[in-house]
């Protein structure tokens, strides 16, 4: 009974502070949810769109400037609007699923989308995370938008005008509309879908106008070289199903006059649509609006920076709005009241959490230690999702949108089960949780090899997966691998499973050194004989690794730094090697991909020489400078970076942002700290960014960082007093901030080399347990 009080009195005092906090400081205000979207295909500034939408809410909706189909849905440079889309992409690569649009319109009825198009211009647009609002001057219509998770309002105010109209779009590939016998209620579905989706895949929708219609016409397109024609005599409440279906609804306006239209959709069903658009109950746009913001506000509020410059402030909520939106969920509440899902792995509908639309490869690495951090709440309902993802397909995803996709290496779905548990996070099941981690070091995705191991076979037995056997990318491959090894041992350690199982991942983890090239010290892909590849190019982009070359793949060893000090002889030369990849010009070798890919452009560019921070592979790294006692070097490091490659700016990242991975390195990077090794209970120190940000944790402490004397000059730390106490250790450990307090830092322009230096200051390496 004491314990249920003491937790009530918790919740209870977190959701205080944040109430408080949001409204005090209103964090929303600072985001630009187009940050990132000014990116073309050969150079990447984002690769984003406006998402407006809830804290990781099962839609998103956005205007439309790219075609149908177009990853690039909005394109800041575009100058007009075809659409508002409902969305749910993670990324341009991986593209679209469950998406239909509604464009309003006036005069003579033009369905396609380049006719329908109108101009727009960004001095007429309003882009929040709540909140969306652009003038669409062929029509004259102002059109607004406002969201809850998974239902939204649209407000259009037209001008006068006889012939005005909302169209419904239900996309090609097979579609179906039905207006209801009153003539107010629209219901359909959508299909399409870019892949990791089952057969009985749709995306049910249902639309409600508060304006009655004069008349209607459906339009549909019969196939994949038809056109769209008109369809007449059509009764109400019939179905019309075919290749594409559009719905134009007409009615006369006054000048000034609003329409309102109610829309949401679900995965399982179309009444289960009719439950969700109750989440908009009678509640006005502008009422929705409002709690959308607050919602926004208690959320980014967990995290209040001051004493930045304006475009420092804007830039770190912009990047934290980003870490909010992926995985998204994927689950919804039946009539009920109980969780359910869709499974995109089976199609059956279930009960339980899913989340979905991120790619493990990017985001292990500090997006969802962030979420433990910050957010150990929701990211429980997350790896309850992971859990039913594994009952429901044999496999853990590593790409899911929504189900498996085949895309990039490593079986880094152990990082982020393993961190969270390590943290508290954990599961009911963990035995079923730890199954899956074990299947998949001995099974790969029949169909979707970028699932599971690819190459386990010969890494299980030869301890790295050859490159002359026809796996592409296999050193990175194996550098990943005997990570993920490591996540095991920690976990079966810490869950005291058999010591021969725990010795055989402990064996493993150690797997990286079979890499590890004397003669260049990098990394190098080994052949099935022992020998190393050649000709051997460190230059040399994609082959044995992925989207990097060997300068940026030789640091992912990230549970054994001192490891890798080891290999190349100690700290001097360690240091010497990451000093390197600073000084090294920006050369490349494109061969493998036969062309320049825009992850090289973006290294090239930047004038920092070979690293390339618009990529995952080497964000880390500048941390690395803290395990050879030089951490003076990761400080100054990374708020170059942070000044130089990030910006509240349509171009303001410098490659891809990564469903938050990017955007979260730069938030912890802001705080003054970052999970190198997701696993362990550390965060490396780099230098704070702010002169005091403030952390409100879900358990109601509070941490607070102060750094009054920072500066654009002032980057490098000449103390730390933890809690009132000198700390010189290059790492802070997850419970002492959880526990909250104080960190004073005194900075300063010119290095501390005294501090940081000795043995018990060094990071955890496994080298060293």
């Keep these: 009974m004491k314990k249920a009080i003491s937790i009530c009195i918790t919740i209870f005092s977190v959701l205080a502070i944040e109430q408080a906090m949001a409204e005090t400081f209103d964090a929303v205000e600072y985001v630009n949810p187009l940050v990132g979207s000014q990116s073309v295909f050969a150079l990447s500034t984002g690769n984003t769109y406006p998402a407006i939408a809830r804290p990781w809410g099962m839609n998103f909706w956005t205007p439309q400037t790219g075609k149908m189909g177009n990853g690039w849905t909005y394109v800041y440079t575009e100058n007009k609007i075809r659409g508002f ?22 005069g003579d009825v033009k369905v396609d989308e380049d006719s329908r198009a109108s101009w727009f211009s960004h001095k007429a647009e309003i882009s929040k995370p709540y909140y969306y609002r652009v003038y669409l001057a062929e029509h004259d219509v102002v059109t607004e938008i406002t969201p809850t998770e998974r239902a939204a309002i649209f407000r259009f105010t037209f001008p006068e005008n006889d012939n005005s ?104 069903s179309e009444a289960q649509a009719e439950i969700n658009i109750k989440e908009l109950g009678n509640k006005s746009f502008d009422e929705i609006s409002s709690e959308g913001k607050a919602e926004w506000n208690k959320t980014l509020g967990r995290i209040a920076v001051e004493g930045g ?243 940026h793949y030789t640091w992912s060893v990230f549970h054994d730094p001192q490891g890798l000090i080891d290999l190349m002889g100690g700290r001097k030369q360690f240091v010497t090697m990451l000093d390197s990849v600073f000084t090294v010009p920006p050369l490349f070798d494109d061969s493998y991909y036969g062309q320049v890919i825009h992850e090289i452009r973006e ?26 006692a030089e951490p003076w070097k990761a400080q100054y490091w990374l708020r170059r970076v942070m000044d130089q490659m990030y910006q509240a700016t349509p171009d303001g990242y410098c490659g891809d ?44 402490n509070r941490m607070t960082i102060n750094a009054p004397d920072n500066s654009e000059r002032n980057v490098y730390i000449k103390s730390l007093m933890l809690n009132g106490v000198p700390y010189t250790k290059n790492f802070v450990r997850h419970n002492d901030l959880q526990k909250g307090g104080v960190m004073d830092y005194r900075m300063s322009e010119t290095p501390e080399r005294t501090r940081g230096i000795g043995k018990d200051d060094m990071p955890y390496s496994f080298s060293n347990r």
């Design 309 to 551: 410059t304006d475009s420092q402030m804007r830039t770190f909520y912009s990047c934290l709005y980003r870490s909010l939106l992926f995985p998204r969920k994927f689950y919804e509440i039946d009539a009920q009241g109980n969780i359910v899902h869709y499974s995109p792995y089976n199609g059956k509908v279930l009960p339980g959490f899913m989340f979905t639309d991120t790619g493990f490869w990017d985001t292990f690495r500090c997006l969802f230690p962030f979420l433990n951090l910050m957010y150990p709440e929701m990211n429980k309902e997350m790896q309850e999702g992971l859990v039913n993802a594994y009952k429901e397909s044999g496999f853990y995803p590593e790409w899911a949108s929504p189900g498996h996709r085949d895309c990039m290496v490593g079986n880094n779905s152990a990082s982020i089960l393993v961190d969270a548990y390590l943290k508290g996070v954990r599961v009911d099941d963990v035995e079923t949780m730890y199954k899956g981690l074990l299947n998949a070091t001995e099974n790969v995705h029949p169909t979707v090899h970028s699932t599971g191991r690819l190459g386990y076979e010969y890494y299980n037995r030869l301890g790295y997966v050859p490159y002359d056997v026809k796996i592409n990318e296999n050193a990175a491959r194996t550098l990943e691998y005997a990570y993920n090894d490591w996540c095991i041992y920690r976990i079966a350690k810490e869950l005291k499973r058999p010591q021969a199982e725990i010795d055989l991942f402990a064996k493993r983890a150690m797997n990286y050194k079979n890499l590890f090239d004397k003669e260049s010290s990098l990394m190098r892909g080994r052949n099935s004989d022992g020998t190393f590849q050649a000709p051997f190019s460190p230059l040399k982009w994609g082959d044995a690794f992925t989207e990097g070359n060997s300068w």
């Design 85 to 106: 889309k409902q969305t749910h992409q993670p990324s341009p690569w991986i593209n679209d699923y469950g998406q239909f649009s509604i464009m309003p319109v006036t």
């Design 657 to 700: 942002e990564d469903n938050g991975q990017t955007s979260a390195w730069y938030v912890f990077s802001a705080l003054g700290f970052y999970p190198v090794c997701p696993g362990t209970d550390e965060y490396v120190l780099g230098a704070p960014l702010f002169k005091k940000a403030t952390l409100t944790f879900a358990n109601g």
């Design 165 to 268: 109209a909302v169209l419904i779009d239900a996309f090609d590939r097979g579609s179906s509309i039905r207006i209801s016998a009153d003539g107010q209620t629209i219901s359909g579905y959508s299909t399409r879908n870019s892949g990791g989706v089952p057969d009985n895949f749709k995306n049910y929708f249902v639309v409600r106008l508060d304006k009655k219609i004069a008349s209607y016409r459906f339009y549909v397109k019969e196939g994949r070289e038809g056109e769209l024609k008109p369809l007449d005599n059509q009764r109400l409440n019939e179905d019309v199903s075919n290749y594409h279906v559009i719905l134009a609804l007409k009615f006369a306006t006054k000048k000034g006059e609003t329409v309102h239209a109610r829309v949401a959709s679900s995965f399982i």
């Design 603 to 628: 290294m090239q560019v930047m004038n920092m020489g070979n690293y390339a921070h618009g990529n995952q592979p080497v964000q880390h790294m500048i941390y690395l400078y803290n395990y050879a």
